[in-house]
T-cell receptor, first 115, second 113 residues
Framework: AQKVTQAQTEISVVEKEDVTLDCVYETRDTTYYLFWYKQPPSGELVFLIRRNSFDEQNEISGRYSWNFQKSTSSFNFTITASQVVDSAVYFCALSSRGSQGNLIFGKGTKLSVKP | AAGVIQSPRHLIKEKRETATLKCYPIPRHDTVYWYQQGPGQDPQFLISFYEKMQSDKGSIPDRFSAQQFSDYHSELNMSSLELGDSALYFC????????????FGQGTRLTVV
């Protein structure tokens, strides 16, 4: 069975702090895709990153970085120097389809960044 | 750039009524996905269509049906609405192929009273 676990339900930080959101996944597929989405209070789902199972390179995009480790089945997301606008619910998701088909989402982590 | 368009954005229905949600994918996208997100929950995959044929099915209730039309837009029909159907319904679209990402619409918030 496939499963995504985001153990942190809520995290609260003060602006400019670094914060890491954890994601652990389970799958028996050898080819799979991992994603992170941001859902601000307005409700839309904003795509942040996709990583396939063959690419373990870490990625950095501005203040965002992602650490993919197959050995621990983890795909963690770090925000450096957090800002109030980063406040949102962040979802980690898994798909074994070639593209984003049947996505299995984690329960989400609600991040609150206080000024 | 054109995005996925969902209509209506908000919908209020009474119990036992029917509702139809519409999704207009990004031009040249051939696959559409529907998700349901209950209050405080994660999105749950309902159903998807590729080239107007159902391609995958998730936890979609029998009271719900969906289809994709020749212009690739999709409609989610929901009958005998229940209070528990109150949720945010997302549509996403993608162009079939490896390493293609899906783009989500802004969602339709359905409230059943």
């Amino acid at each position: 069975a496939q499963k995504v676990t985001q153990a942190q339900t809520e995290i609260s930080v003060v602006e400019k702090e670094d914060v890491t959101l954890d994601c652990v996944y389970e799958t028996r597929d050898t080819t799979y895709y991992l994603f992170w989405y941001k859902q601000p209070p307005s409700g839309e789902l904003v795509f942040l990153i996709r990583r396939n199972s063959f690419d373990e390179q870490n990625e950095i995009s501005g203040r965002y970085s992602w650490n993919f480790q197959k050995s621990t089945s983890s795909f963690n997301f770090t925000i450096t120097a957090s800002q109030v606008v980063d406040s949102a619910v962040y979802f980690c998701a898994l798909s074994s389809r070639g593209s984003q088909g049947n996505l299995i989402f984690g329960k989400g982590t609600k991040l609150s960044v206080k000024p | 750039a054109a995005g996925v368009i969902q209509s209506p954005r908000h919908l209020i229905k009474e119990k036992r009524e029917t509702a139809t949600l519409k999704c207009y994918p990004i031009p040249r996208h051939d696959t559409v996905y529907w998700y349901q997100q209950g209050p405080g929950q994660d999105p749950q995959f309902l159903i998807s269509f590729y080239e107007k044929m159902q391609s995958d099915k998730g936890s979609i209730p029998d009271r719900f049906s969906a289809q994709q039309f020749s212009d690739y837009h999709s409609e989610l029909n929901m009958s005998s609405l229940e209070l528990g159907d109150s949720a945010l319904y997302f549509c996403a679209s993608s162009k079939t192929g490896v390493n293609t990402e899906a783009f989500f619409g802004q969602g339709t918030r359905l409230t059943v009273v």
